[in-house]
């Protein structure tokens, strides 16, 4: 559910967490953005919490952690403000192609697919935020490199003797 989906926000209207693809199709779920991406954290072997401090350690950051969902398919969420806020959104990393400063003085975000979404957000939080998902991807698919090259030498030593 969460892979194709480029948006994630709490409507406080409905009090539902709504899904945006990137065809801006719509998907809507009685429950809030932490408890579906917690649910999707343990479905992928962790949980939440989990996820949330291997960020901050990773890059030694104490607020706005981003959320790796899942690790194969690198589905990383970054939220753009406190995610105990019901007004925090929440952009899939590989889905953002760039953020600039609309003519009304907010961030416009757009995907890869064309999407333009138009959010109350400092632009400079926001490149951080997109700067230190960079980061973390790129470290863990050195850590992941690092794994499968000691498998490879494992299964060598094995078969050699």
């Known amino acids: 559910m969460l892979e194709n989906c480029s948006c994630v926000y709490y ?4 009090n539902e967490t709504v899904l945006l693809n990137e065809k801006s199709e719509i998907l809507r779920i009685k429950e809030k953005p932490i408890k579906l991406f917690e649910r999707a954290c343990l479905e992928n072997g962790s949980t939440l919490e989990g996820r949330l401090s291997n960020f901050r350690y990773e ?7 981003c959320i790796l969902i899942n690790e194969p398919g690198l589905i990383l969420f970054i939220p753009t403000m406190s995610m105990s806020s019901t007004k925090c959104m929440y952009f899939q990393y590989k889905k953002i192609q760039g953020v600039k400063i609309n003519e009304n003085g907010y961030c416009s975000i757009e995907t890869k697919q064309g999407t333009i979404y138009h959010v109350d957000v400092d632009i400079r939080v926001l490149k951080k935020q997109i700067k230190r998902s960079k980061i973390y991807i790129q470290n863990l698919r050195k850590r ?6 000691m498998e490879m030498k494992a299964c060598y030593n094995s078969f050699g003797e």
């Open 59 to 65: 890059l030694n950051v104490k607020q706005k952690p």
């Open 144 to 149: 992941n490199q690092k794994y499968i090259l």
């Open 11 to 14: 409507d406080e209207k409905t």
